[in-house]
């Protein structure tokens, strides 16, 4: 049996983790609004019945523990610019490309590519936090709980290996969108 003080920390991580879930749960159903990709989409879907299937995992976790399950959603990581530098380019660019007939396609292709890249940060930090959950319980003496961080985890390197293992799919799929404008520009540059 573990003290008040480590039992009530623990609650507390446990809670952090299913903060990052509720906020993963919203996350993949923007991402099977946007992306293009079937098979991408096929994933999301499996992956948010599991997402709340690791939400279920944590709230039982946590009540068995006698801490109470929180509602609230963790800020997930998105790629942003670091600089105003960079942020001036970006604008720049975007503009310029809008003028394109083909930008459309361009700027779907780079979101898709940078959700992608997210999502892939994401899970990262979801097995991370798994580990060291599962580590914490271990040490605790936490057994089931224990056991049941593990599926969760489990299920996160999943999700991790197929947005790894799909990066030449997806590669694939979006380079003639990214092509398309700057070939383009290349032949007005000739031309001129």
Known sequence: MINSALNDRLVEFLNEALAMEHAAEDRVIARLGETPIE???QQLQYHLEETRQQQNRLREIITNMGGKPTSAKAALPTLKPAT?????SMVKETVKSLANESSGQ???AEKEMTRTKEDAIIENAEIVSYKMLMEMTDKAGLKDASSKLKQSLNEEV???NFI???????LS???PKLETPAEGKQKQIAQA
């Open 173 to 175: 799929l979006m380079w």
């Open 106 to 108: 361009m700027l779907d």
């Open 84 to 88: 105003s530098d960079t942020i001036s």
């Open 39 to 41: 098979q991408v989409q």
């Open 164 to 170: 790894s293992g799909s990066t030449p799919v997806l």
């Open 158 to 160: 999943a999700m991790a």
